[in-house]
């Protein structure tokens, strides 16, 4: 069963910092692209970073560029996003996903679909359940 559990949200004032783990289980971060969303009080569910199983390679949205950054630790099937000098309009509940091509039967390294990467394909998306981050002013 694949699952995904994010940890590590909160309450933090602006320009602090937070890091939101994401646990893998059910599959290796080897198969899959991992990507960070989150969706703002009566805003659309937006892309924040990916990071590519294929390459290692990462991708930020322009609006987190240079503050956060996503890593990988893989013998433990774990994904971060360490968010730096956080803003109000920061806040939000943060999801992670492992997501790969659809009708892709074997295995191997998956990287960010575009815009993110080079290649717009159809993937398939498994959700963790959220955590929330609230930065205060």
């Known amino acids: 069963e694949v699952q995904l559990v994010e940890s590590g949200g909160g309450l933090v004032q602006a320009g602090g910092s937070l890091r939101l783990s994401c646990a893998a289980s059910g599959f290796s971060f080897d198969d899959y692209a991992i990507g960070w969303f989150r969706q703002a009080p009566g805003q659309e569910r937006e892309g924040v970073s990916c990071?590519?199983?294929?390459?290692?390679?990462?991708y930020y949205a322009d609006s987190v560029k240079g503050r956060f950054t996503t890593s990988s630790d893989n013998a433990k099937n774990t994904v971060y996003l360490q968010m730096n000098s956080l803003k109000p309009e920061d806040t939000a509940v943060y999801y992670c996903?492992?997501?790969?091509?659809?009708?892709?039967?074997?295995?191997?390294?998956?990287?960010?679909?575009?815009?993110?990467?080079?290649?717009?394909?159809?993937?398939?998306?498994?959700w963790g359940k959220g955590t929330l981050v609230t930065v205060s002013s």
């Open positions: 990071i590519s199983s294929l390459d290692g390679s990462t």
């Open positions: 996903a492992a997501l790969r091509p659809i009708g892709m039967r074997g295995y191997g390294g998956v990287d960010c679909p575009a815009p993110w990467g080079s290649d717009p394909y159809s993937a398939m998306y498994y």
